[in-house]
């Protein structure tokens, strides 16, 4: 990679911009690979600029000296998008140009002048200079006298000086994507207090937390969650930091919402545990709004950011509690009882791992010696291992031949018995999850999880018997209609605690939602895990492409295009999810992320539709528009000449006919390495 940008790389952007590409011209050829060079530059800069601004965001860059026509052109660009939720029309620029030297802008993507939202920007924009609200330009004479890192901070600051923000362009070219309000409360949602803590609100109560919310974010602001109990700040926070940069409210109470706001904005003065009222909102979105210049300093150049999208925020000595929260008796703790359910590959087993470190594992450091020793018998006098952490919650996998003596009680086999005189002995054991509720109870004040992983392949009503009753949120000890029952084996009686979470996930590939036994579809609620092809910012698979010189396949529409097949030939349940393909954003592009890809294909994505289908290959064909492909791009071929392979097989005079016989079919390897294969999934469906 070259070090930096020379004055031949602006030469050549001069000389050869808007001409036809032709490899057999040496003297091209050069300006070509030279070209390429500026391309890596490019790339390190945006990078720089990216890890600076925008650490959430992401960089695109083609790196090629030619476009779509083959043309040399006379600029070299690269995309930032500064968050996930960025719309792809519009990104920062940074890049040199041949007749522009050094810019950094922000730019529409994709649109050309005739385009409504282009004529927009182009308006918004002005003149195409240094005057114009979110354009910078540094000479080449300048710019060369740089070092990169001497650019980037340019970069940074021209971009911090922008008149309009990237997210108040976006929108007043209502860009912006409309944001409703069950997507809205996803954002918190991902911590489960807060999930139980609105559960009790009132369509008032949500309607002014979505005003709220809103008004925040759409002023360049942060939300986040704090790592204790459910009260959620906004001001500004870094991502991967813990700490906020600052908090201008607090957003708390369980009785009823109350906020704090801790400067004073225009009209609105400090507010101590207000509550929070259509009024109080009406004033926030105002202050918000007229007083924006006076908020410089809290906002950064990019969209405010959601919960999700940063870390919690622990909550050490000194922090302002809410008291009323302790003593809140409709605080108690709901029980959660949840299915996370879709197609294989959804990423149900990755959410789980996610949310089970973050809710149900502590670390020794932080857990006292009494708490330990009640929970951890037998591993106490050990030691706390270095580093190691307290896990509330046991795993198990439901099987067909699982059963109530695993998972509640049973009898089991007394190994270490008098075996001279020929008895065996048996001993009533706990199962696991009456392991787990005891110690649930020795610590009411955390939570435990049971996490069960292919619940459905298990005899659900065999494997809870009675418990079945005793896991609904309103039967557990203590809830109001509390209920316990006694244990056939051990004769005790029995409960499940209310700080006990049942977690499952369900593979709907093996077996539908809707044969689920009808008692525990009742007492689970079921979060869908479906397959995600969306090619937008935030999406697992948003922007990923295999850049083969002139051919690009696009796997998001790979993956959209065969699961709408799917589900005409099949049904939704048996889509193919997109974590087969998440992977390959990790392998460098070109041909080693096409060898990946072919990977993928070969070995896990034609026998699955093989184990879906039951061998049926011509709907496999289907699939993958084999049926609408150029012979050599087929993954599966159809025999030819069906009157004389039976003729070989079978003698002339076999008497069969050729319509009723079963077609043959084969894999063509060759296939898996010629890109219009993989292309031709999509383009001949459009």
């Excluded at 079921?526 to 090619?535: G, S, V």
Aim: charged share 30%.
């Amino acid at each position: 990679m070259a070090d930096y940008f020379t004055s031949d790389h602006f030469k050549q952007l001069n000389q050869w911009k808007g001409q036809k590409r032709d490899e057999s011209n040496p003297e091209q050829n050069r300006a070509y690979e030279e070209l390429k060079k500026a391309y890596e530059v490019t790339e390190a800069w945006a990078n720089k600029v990216k890890a600076e601004l925008f650490p959430e965001g992401r960089m695109e860059i083609r790196k090629r000296p030619t476009n779509q026509g083959n043309n040399f052109t006379g600029y070299n660009w690269a995309k930032i998008y500064p968050s996930s939720e960025a719309p792809k029309e519009l990104a920062y620029t940074v890049g040199i140009d041949a007749n522009d030297g050094f810019v950094v802008k922000i730019d529409t993507v994709g649109l050309d002048d005739s385009n409504a939202t282009r004529k927009a920007y182009l308006a918004l924009r002005g003149t195409y200079d240094n005057t114009s609200p979110f354009v910078a330009k540094l000479p080449t004479a300048d710019g060369m006298e740089r070092s990169l890192d001497q650019l980037v901070t340019w970069s940074v600051e021209a971009i911090r000086n922008f008149k309009l923000r990237y997210d108040e362009v976006v929108t007043k070219l209502s860009l912006g994507k409309i944001l409703s309000d069950e997507d809205l409360l996803k954002h918190f949602d991902g911590k489960p207090a807060f999930r139980t803590f609105r559960t009790s609100w009132s369509p008032q109560d949500k309607a002014l937390f979505y005003r709220l919310a809103r008004a925040v974010h759409m002023a360049g602001m942060d939300w986040w969650h704090m790592n204790k109990g459910v009260q959620v700040r906004f001001g500004r926070k870094n991502p991967g930091g813990e700490r906020a940069v600052g908090v201008l409210g607090v957003v708390r109470g369980t009785r009823t919402r109350k906020l704090s706001w801790t400067r004073d904005v225009g009209a609105l003065p400090k507010l101590h545990r207000e509550p929070l009222t259509e009024e109080l909102v009406s004033r926030i979105e105002a202050a918000l709004s007229a007083e924006h210049d006076s908020l410089v300093d809290w906002l950064v150049k990019r969209p405010g950011l959601w919960p999700d999208q940063l870390r919690e925020e622990p909550i050490e000595h000194g922090d302002d509690f809410d008291e009323d929260e302790t003593a809140d008796p409709d605080a108690v703790r709901s029980p959660i009882n949840r299915i996370y359910y879709g197609p294989p590959g959804t990423g149900k087993t990755y959410k789980l791992s996610k949310l089970i470190k973050r809710e149900y594992e502590q670390t020794m450091t932080s857990v006292s010696k009494e708490t330990w020793k009640n929970q951890l018998v037998g591993e106490y006098a050990a030691g706390p291992a270095s580093g190691g952490h307290i896990k509330r919650y046991s795993f198990v996998t439901f099987h067909q031949s699982y059963g109530y003596e695993e998972f509640v009680e049973g009898l089991r086999p007394v190994l270490d018995g008098d075996a001279e005189t020929g008895e065996i002995q048996y001993e009533i054991r706990a199962g696991v999850f009456k392991d787990l509720c005891r110690k649930a109870r020795s610590a009411p004040d955390q939570k435990f999880a049971m996490v069960i992983d292919e619940i459905n392949r298990g005899n659900i009503s065999k494997i809870f018997g009675e418990l079945i009753t005793l896991i609904e949120p309103d039967k557990r000890e203590g809830a109001v209609n509390a209920v316990s029952v006694t244990l056939p084996y051990s004769g005790e009686r029995f409960s499940v605690p209310a700080n006990v979470d049942i977690i499952g996930t369900m593979n709907t590939a093996d077996r539908s939602l809707a044969l689920l036994d009808t008692a525990l579809r009742r007492r689970f609620e079921f979060e869908p895990m479906m397959p995600d092809a969306r090619d937008e910012p935030g999406a697992p698979l948003a922007g990923l492409r295999v850049n083969l010189g002139e051919q690009v396949i696009d796997v998001p529409r790979i993956l959209d295009v065969i699961n709408q097949r799917i589900e005409v030939l099949y049904d939704r349940d048996h889509c193919i999810g997109h974590a087969y393909f998440t992977a390959l954003e990790q392998v460098p592009d070109g041909d080693e992320r096409f060898k990946a890809l072919k990977q993928v294909f070969k070995t896990r994505i034609l026998p699955l539709l093989e184990e879906y289908f039951f061998e049926d290959w011509q709907k496999i064909r289907l699939v993958l528009a084999d049926n609408q492909k150029f012979p050599t791009a087929r993954f599966v071929v159809e025999g030819q000449d069906q009157e004389d392979e039976l003729a070989r097989l079978f003698g002339s005079d076999h008497g069969m006919d050729s319509y009723s016989t079963k077609r043959r079919y084969a894999v063509q390897d060759d296939a898996f390495s010629n890109p219009d294969a993989y292309i031709g999934i999509y383009t001949l469906s459009t």
